[in-house]
């Protein structure tokens, strides 16, 4: 599956512009993010993520592609649940990969259509309000309306760096340190 996605920096009355569209409140999540790096290629400078995200509702691993395009955050990602969290981060760290970073962040969850719209608050870095579709071999449609709905929201210009990309300065080792 293609995640085809954008973010921008949330500015006063986001929520509202959200509501106004007609966008449905699906939930608020709490989500703990903990990205991993691999001892082979440095994800960091592939573009790639390994994250290990524990949420209320249980926890799921995530590899994604680089991205796809200059005007989003598009790329190729696959996602599997786990059981156990903890023994996943063993099994991962038995294999040579480490800690690159923790995201923590709160999000208020919108379905506006097939779009979902997110508005999150991370810890560190502010407020946030995402825009995702889920596409397919061709996704371009799917990234004209992300763009669209961005716009709608009166968005600033769209942020293509991940949230651990915006907390680690520029140039940083991606090694957590014990």
Known sequence: MIEVEVKARALPGTRERIESLGALLVGRETHRDIYFNSPRRDFRRS???LRLRIKEEGARLTYKGPKLDRDTKSRRELTVEIDCPETMEQILIALGFFRAGEVRKSRT??????ATVALDEVEGLGSFVEVELAGGVEWS?????????????GAGESIRS?????????????????
């Open 141 to 153: 449609g799917e990234k004209e309306k992300v763009l669209a709905i961005l716009r709608e929201l």
């Open 109 to 114: 969850k919108y379905r506006l259509g097939e």
């Open 47 to 49: 573009d790639e993520a």
């Open 162 to 178: 991940s949230y651990l990309e915006m907390l680690l300065p520029a140039g940083a080792e991606t090694r957590e340190r014990s």
